[in-house]
């Protein structure tokens, strides 16, 4: 009974997310789109298309914590305000597309020529041959339900991917901590089991950084309220959880009687 109860709140709470107050259905992204963020905080002023950015292809090479905290990106889309000009001093999308890492990222002033290099990022409604492939890099990775249908943590315990920490000049030398134990959270949602949450699990991509303070007040438990209309709104779990990382939609994931 208990399991049946649980799996008619689940497909209630997969439809009424999947509606998000619009009354709208909305379309899931493919795989290879999920996570995908557009760029246009100046492309169409300098006639060019807004920037296209895999999140799936840089989260397989390189930590979220990298990315967001020693290089700088805000955590939304067009929140960051990159332009050229910092791209060629070496920030941001310079700090590894700098002809050397990476084919080089923006200049100020381009011709002809560059345009070339200019259309790998600016691809938004243009199409732009890729010289990745979702389906083929993904291949024999452990399989996922939702977002890019990969588990991406299975993925980097087996070895499929290597993820890079540290920048030189660019990252600081931290000293090593002692990972806070996983710790479990009381569910506010009827027929759902707690809430198993791993801090290995996200150290491992996050750091501390990451979540504290900005997303999280605090580090002791219960000092953050929030509720799942909160995260569903794109706040605290669900600043990573339904745009990059496995979507809400996964309940089972994080409702869970041992952790994942």
Not at 112 to 128: P, T
């Amino acid at each position: 009974m208990k399991k049946i109860a649980f799996l008619v709140g689940l497909l209630l709470f997969i439809i009424s997310a999947a509606f998000a107050g619009t009354g709208v259905k909305k379309r899931r992204p493919l795989p290879f789109e999920y996570g995908r963020v557009v760029i246009d905080n100046y492309a169409k002023e300098n006639h060019l298309a807004p920037a296209v950015f895999d999140h799936w292809l840089h989260r397989s090479m390189y930590t979220c914590r990298l990315c967001h905290v020693d290089i700088g990106f805000a955590m939304k889309a067009n929140e960051t305000g990159i332009r050229a000009s910092d791209n060629e001093k070496g920030y941001y999308c310079g700090s590894c597309h700098n002809g050397k890492d990476a084919f080089s990222a923006c200049k100020e002033s381009f011709d002809r020529e560059d345009f070339v290099i200019c259309s790998l990022c600016h691809a938004e409604g243009e199409n732009v041959p890729r010289s990745y492939d979702f389906r083929e890099f993904v291949k024999g990775f452990p399989k996922g339900w939702l977002g890019n249908g990969v588990d991406w943590d299975k993925a980097e315990e087996q070895g499929k991917i290597s993820l890079v920490d540290y920048l030189e000049g660019i990252s600081i030398k931290r000293a090593k901590f002692v990972e806070p134990e996983d710790f479990e959270l009381k569910s506010q949602v009827l027929s759902m089991p707690d809430i198993k949450f791993s801090h290995r699990k996200h150290t491992v991509w996050n750091g501390c950084e990451v979540c504290h303070p900005e997303i999280f007040v605090g580090i002791k438990k219960g000092m953050t309220k929030f509720s799942m209309a909160d995260l569903y709104e794109g706040k605290y779990c669900g600043v990573c959880h339904n745009s990059v990382a496995f979507p809400l939609l996964e309940c089972q994931r994080c409702h869970r009687e041992k952790v994942q």
